[in-house]
């Protein structure tokens, strides 16, 4: 009993953190909550179904199909959305990602209807036993994939040109610009990552929650497990939704399904009110 529920919490903690990570790397870089970002997270479930269930294209290529369609969908937001009403004030940002959010919800909604879409997986969906221990693979490969992702964003941020400059970028924006950075290029590529992030951990969840028009609420967890780790740390974000993956899942074994939402988002107002900072964040430090 206790193998499944680490499995599955770590599962589920993997799908929040990546996502996390890409609320953190725009608040770092622009000081903005995408609000939209729940909604391309849903994308990327459909995205899933559209090359591997319809088209039938290969598991690994319709996942970097994948990553590549959500990466350019956040490049667009930034660059037709975002960078047009940045200059005004960061109220006008929110609203325009709240908008994105809602017209990206209703054109699903247009499209595919109001019904749950079941997603393939390519993992089968019988449970497997390992010892006393049964579990659906695509669990493990959550785990497994997400944690390659986390690990080639760190090599990403560390060793190349553009990951450098991203994490200057993020630290200061304005002494960036003054040394010649392209700063509005960074910005918009931390955008393509952000998406990228989003819509990877939207296909890897679907075969498990199934693809509908109202999953962005995944990425308001997210968001919730972004402040439990502290909103400014990408290694808090990864801590935070792997916390919250183990609340929820507790919460769904020993209490009831039925409340792990509101417990979830209960968590939410209770970080925001007794530690805004996070658990491990810092009230002068952006880390």
Do not use: W
Not at 49 to 55: A, H, I, T, W
Not at 93 to 113: D, E, F, K, P, Q
Not at 152 to 160: A, E, N, Q, V, Y
Not at 211 to 216: C, I, L, P, R, S
């Amino acid at each position: 009993m206790l193998g499944q529920i680490l499995i599955s919490s770590v599962s589920v903690g993997a799908i929040y953190a990546l996502a996390a990570i890409g609320f953190v790397m725009l608040l770092k870089a622009i000081d903005l909550v995408n609000f939209a970002h729940g909604d391309v997270l849903m994308a990327g479930a459909f995205l899933g179904l559209l090359f591997y269930g319809y088209s039938g294209l290969p598991y690994l290529i319709s996942f970097a199909l994948t990553i590549l369609c959500a990466g350019i969908l956040g490049i667009m937001i930034e660059r037709f959305v975002i960078r047009p009403l940045k200059k005004p004030t960061l109220m006008f940002m929110v609203t325009g990602c709240i908008a994105v959010s809602m017209i990206m919800r209703n054109v699903v909604l247009l499209l595919a209807g109001a019904d749950p879409l079941r997603v393939p997986s390519v993992f089968g969906d019988m449970p497997i036993a390992i010892g006393p221990v049964r579990f659906i693979p695509v669990y493990l490969a959550i785990i497994f994939i997400a944690g390659i992702l986390m690990v080639l964003l760190h090599l990403f941020f560390k060793f190349t040109r553009y990951g450098i400059a991203m994490r200057a970028v993020m630290s200061n924006r304005e002494g960036c610009s003054l040394v010649g950075v392209k700063v509005n290029g960074i910005i918009s590529l931390t955008f393509g990552i952000s998406a990228a992030l989003g819509g990877a951990a939207g296909f890897l969840i679907g075969p498990i929650t199934h693809a509908v028009f109202d999953m962005g609420v995944i990425g308001l967890k997210a968001f919730t497990a972004a402040v439990l780790g502290g909103m400014l740390s990408i290694v808090g974000a990864v801590i935070g939704g792997l916390l919250l993956g183990l609340i929820e899942t507790l919460t769904a074994v020993y209490i009831t399904s039925a409340y792990k939402d509101a417990i979830t988002f209960g968590i939410l107002i209770a970080v925001l009110l007794l530690r805004p900072y996070g658990l491990f964040g810092s009230k002068h430090i952006n880390s």
